[in-house]
């Protein structure tokens, strides 16, 4: 349900209402995909969570009422209320985009099935979600070579020099329901018995970067937490050894290497997902 009647102004700051009856994860995603599509797209953001009233929407039209700049992007499942939106934005004529109900209403006809337009309904207290919760708590206590002896426990080992991103994806994977060790290459002896012995027995994968980004990255750390007496941590010539060490282990073993220099957390995580998943395969 859309009402674009009005042509919004260029080179202005646009204002982004974002509506939802839930926690508002889905819609925010949802937008930042979008704003990534323009890169000269000037915003501000404002987001309303656990809208489900008609008295709340009233509300939130009256504050944008008068201000040409606000588009309105919603997730609301109740029809009702749904219809409401659009219909009052269609009055002031303010651009209203509703982002779930079509795809709803179309899955409804694929299916057969009636949705049940429950709101949160992707937040139920349900297996999946407790594994979350167990992958997190373990993620977190193996985090940084913690508690290696418990190898055989993890889904995914992930391994790389300091400051390649092991912990954020790591967290990340968890949050997908993954269980993940990470382990810093601070030499070969730290490495556990049972992934030297048996490195086919784990999904193992090793985290690379080039190693200017790398210096990069280290130097800000170290002027963030104030350090000085770090011998070569950020020396480039150090770093290319790291490195070039650390390849040569994950060759050595056969283990699939990710190079993280231009990678979000979402797609080294995304990348890893598809190698667990093509390992599994492959065990099976």
Request: hydrophobic share 35%; aromatic share 8%.
């Amino acid at each position: 349900m859309i009402s674009l009647s009005t042509e919004l102004p260029m080179g202005h700051k646009y204002q982004i209402n974002l509506i939802s009856d839930s926690t508002g994860e889905t819609l925010d995603r949802i937008f930042l995909a979008i704003k990534s599509q323009f890169s000269n797209f000037n915003c501000i953001k404002k987001q309303y969570v656990f809208i489900r009233t008609e008295n709340q929407i009233n509300k939130i039209i009256k504050e944008a009422d008068g201000n040409k700049n606000v588009i309105i992007l919603y997730t609301v499942v109740e029809p009702k209320l749904d219809k409401y939106i659009s219909l009052t934005c269609k009055k002031k004529n303010i651009p209203c985009f509703d982002i779930l109900s079509n795809l709803i209403l179309n899955f409804s006809k694929l299916t057969k099935q009636s949705p049940t337009h429950t709101p949160s309904a992707q937040h139920v207290l349900d297996d999946d979600y407790y594994k979350r919760i167990e992958a997190l708590q373990f993620s977190m206590s193996h985090d940084d070579g913690m508690k290696t002896e418990d190898i055989e426990n993890a889904d995914i080992v992930l391994l790389g020099v300091s400051r390649t991103s092991k912990t954020p994806t790591s967290i990340y994977l968890a949050n997908r329901g993954y269980k993940t060790l990470n382990i810093p290459l601070v030499g070969k002896e730290n490495l556990p018995k049972d992934l030297i012995e048996n490195p086919s027995n784990f999904c193992t994968i090793g985290l690379v970067v080039e190693a200017n980004r790398l210096s990069d990255i280290r130097n800000n750390r170290l002027e963030i937490m104030k350090e000085v007496n770090i011998p070569n941590y950020s020396n480039l010539e150090f770093i290319q050894k790291e490195i070039e060490e650390s390849k040569k282990l994950f060759k050595k073993y056969s283990w699939p290497v990710i190079d993280v220099t231009r990678k979000s957390v979402e797609e080294t995580a995304a990348t890893v997902i598809k190698i667990f998943d093509i390992r599994k395969g492959i065990k099976k």
